[in-house]
């Protein structure tokens, strides 16, 4: 009951061929198929569950952590859901035994919103710094709680300091 109603989505893998033993009911909306389907995927379905360009590297990741080689615990990876669209998941994986056999536990949870509001603050932050270059102004921020102080690349040139030699300045 703990691991239908989390947000945390969980599957055991096991390989040889890849297929997945046990899908959580959380796993349906972090990437739009039933438990039942993925539990019935064959591996051409599994390895496209998994977004092209992260194919090597996840399939990889999963053999040698199967292996017991020494994988980083905690990845990211884009899935394709059934609706077409990518979405990006942390991973949470560890070797484990399934039915007396050596099997791989992985926890999903969906970061695509925390992505996309990163990238969104990204782009601000790139028009923001040009909109500062083409009307040559700077800005600052002086934090009282933190006892630093911040200036813009802009800010620096305005007044001919090398940009950055006051950016996180602590006073």
Known sequence: KIIDESIQGMVIAKSDPVR???????????????PEELMNFNPEQLNELIYQDDR???FSNF?????GDNVDRHLEYRIKHKDGTIRCVELFSSLTTYEGEPAVQAVFIDVTER?????????QQY????AQELGQ?????????ENSLHWTDE????????????ANYEI
């Open 20 to 34: 997945l033993c046990f899908a959580s009911t959380p796993m349906e909306k972090i990437s739009g198929y039933t």
């Open 56 to 58: 090597q590297r996840f």
């Open 63 to 67: 053999l040698k952590r199967l292996q």
């Open 115 to 123: 992505i996309q509001a990163e990238e969104k603050n990204k782009r």
């Open 127 to 130: 028009y923001l710094e040009k």
């Open 137 to 145: 102004i700077g800005t600052w921020e002086l934090d009282l709680r």
């Open 155 to 166: 800010a620096c040139r305005i007044f001919g300091v090398p940009p950055g030699s006051v």
